[in-house]
């Protein structure tokens, strides 16, 4: 069962090691512009993502950023953490190999849904350090992405019992993994090291709503989970029987009118992203 792999979680799935060492440069809170660019230019992979993102209209800067150590003082060290994070995290997405009806790409595809469509309610509650909501985000379902690459034919299994059916994705994992996703991401997210809210994120995106505790954080990723359940396109199971109601906007601070105009306009900023972070 995946749940008796919990233990060794951070060796079914490793971060790359550029991803790694941003992460840690960032953790130790000495560095500079040009200590990120020094780690970063040693992944093209990761130097182009940067680059193609400065200049995207996303961005709106005025001329052409050529090089990569202007792009990082203009994007700053956390949204270069996050972009890391994130670039990182849509690897192992995309080298996930599934069979049935869900795949490795249904999986990014809601992920960066729920990112674009967090980052845009947060805007509306008031909320500050939009980029970070962003990446919370991308790596939101993160225990699925764990699950899937541990025991392939059990995740496979979790899919078929509720595609097509009113069954719950929560008693499905329980019942077959024997842990929810969100405790195993949170497991993940310890041993690599990511903030403890974004641990605290990871725990509580289904369960917010009972948590008095839980933060806004949690709880817009939960509505923004919903809204991207609501899309159609991507991984959509675990939403499908999640509501929004009047006291959880409340709690946010948003309307329903924010929800109504996010949910319109998700298609076109996913678009526009993906271009960006190749879905
Ligand atoms: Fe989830
Ligand atoms: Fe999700």
Redesign the pocket.
């Known amino acids: 069962m995946f749940v008796d792999q919990l233990e060794q979680i951070d060796r079914i799935l490793t971060l790359p090691q550029v991803v790694a060492q941003i992460n840690e440069l960032v953790e130790s809170r000495t560095a500079s512009a040009s200590d990120l660019h020094r780690v970063i230019k040693t992944d093209p992979a990761l130097s182009a993502k940067i680059l193609r993102l400065v200049n995207s209209a996303y961005y709106g800067l005025p001329g052409r950023v050529g090089s990569l150590e202007k792009a990082v003082i203009l994007l700053g060290v956390t949204a270069v953490r996050n972009l890391a994070i994130a670039a990182g995290v849509e690897q192992l997405f995309r080298q996930l190999r599934l069979t049935g009806p869900i795949s490795g790409r249904d999986l990014w595809v809601h992920s960066l849904a729920v990112a674009t469509a967090s980052r845009e309610l947060a805007q509306r509650a008031g909320m500050a350090h939009l980029e970070e909501v962003f990446m919370a985000g991308i790596i ?2 993160m ?2 992405l764990a699950a899937a690459q541990a025991v392939p034919q059990d995740f496979s299994q979790v899919v078929m019992v509720c595609v097509g059916s009113k069954q719950s ?1 929560k008693a499905a994992e329980t019942e077959i993994l024997g842990v929810e ?2 405790v195993a ?1 949170a497991r993940l997210a310890d041993r690599w090291h990511f903030p403890s809210y974004l641990v605290e994120m ?1 725990t509580s ?2 369960t917010w709503n009972d948590l008095p505790d839980a933060s806004d954080l949690a709880g817009v ?1 939960y509505i923004a ?1 919903t809204i991207a359940g609501g899309l159609g396109d991507g991984f959509t199971l ?2 499908q029987s999640q509501v929004i109601e009047p006291p959880m906007l409340e709690r946010l601070g948003v309307t329903e009118q924010d929800v109504a105009d996010v949910w319109q306009s998700l298609p076109s900023y996913i678009e526009e992203l993906s271009g960006h972070l190749s879905v």
Request: net charge negative.
């Open positions: 939101h379902d225990g699925l994705w996703h969100g991401g990871i995106h289904h990723i989970d675990t939403s």
